[in-house]
């Protein structure tokens, strides 16, 4: 079955600019994680969502935010981009089994974000 | 918090050679341990889990064992392949409810021929 899907792969914005990246999850999958990896900070982990509600969060600035839709689909946006926004952002789902999160994530190509 | 330490790299190994890359956690309970891996200009791919003590993760001729009394989950294989040149990421989480995905830094893994 198709994998994660990230939309766009590449793309380029000035400060100040915002930015919209969309993710397809697989199908089924109901839970769409959002991670920032940059080369200084490694993986670091931006919010999760499941059922359109988000319920994980992680140390970012309001400027970086998301949503699911009801079909499992997600976004982020990040408003008045900066230079440190530059990065490769990837998207991950999960299947959940028995009620739960089994930790097991696929993920997306990531979309790669060029802030100049 | 949960955290997850990864020996550092980059790592240079020649073709065929043992290849170990350490990997400790810090956890409070039983979480489920993952190693995931990281082809140039590709997303993270699970490599191999283990989801309680002494059970032993294995794929592609990679093998890494729950370890509860160090609280580690080191990574091997016996010999390299160049193509196995991927940065490699250890992960916890805890199975069940709703609870994030903790990665390590990553540790870049380079096979010269």
């Known amino acids: 079955k198709a994998g994660v899907t990230q939309t766009p792969r590449y793309l380029i914005k000035t400060r100040g600019q915002q930015v919209t990246l969309s993710c397809s999850p697989i199908s089924g999958h109901r839970s769409v994680s959002w991670y920032q990896q940059t080369p200084g900070q490694g993986l670091q982990f931006l919010f999760e969502y499941f059922s359109e509600t988000q319920r994980n969060k992680g140390n970012f600035p309001g400027r970086f935010s998301g949503r699911q839709f009801s079909n499992s689909r997600s976004e982020m946006n990040v408003s008045t981009l900066e230079l440190g926004d530059s990065a490769l952002y990837l998207c991950?789902?999960?299947?959940?089994?028995?009620?739960?999160?089994?930790?097991?994530?696929?993920f997306g190509e990531g979309s790669r974000l060029t802030v100049l | 918090g949960n955290s997850v330490t990864q020996m550092e790299g980059p790592v240079t190994l020649s073709e065929e050679a043992f290849l170990t890359i350490n990997c400790t956690y810090t956890a409070t309970g039983y979480p489920s341990l993952f190693w995931y891996v990281q082809y140039p200009g590709e997303g993270l791919q699970l490599l191999l889990k283990?989801?309680?003590?002494?059970d032993k993760g294995s794929n592609k001729g990679f093998e890494a064992t729950y370890r509860k009394e160090t609280t580690s989950f080191h990574l091997e294989k016996g010999s390299v392949q160049v193509s196995d040149s991927a940065v490699y990421f250890c992960?916890?989480?805890?199975?069940?409810?709703?609870?994030?995905?903790?990665f390590g830094t990553g540790t870049k893994l380079q096979v010269i021929p």
């Open positions: 283990a989801t309680k003590a002494d």
């Open positions: 991950a789902s999960s299947p959940l089994g028995g009620g739960g999160n089994t930790g097991e994530l696929f």
């Open positions: 992960a916890l989480t805890y199975s069940g409810g709703y609870q994030k995905v903790t």
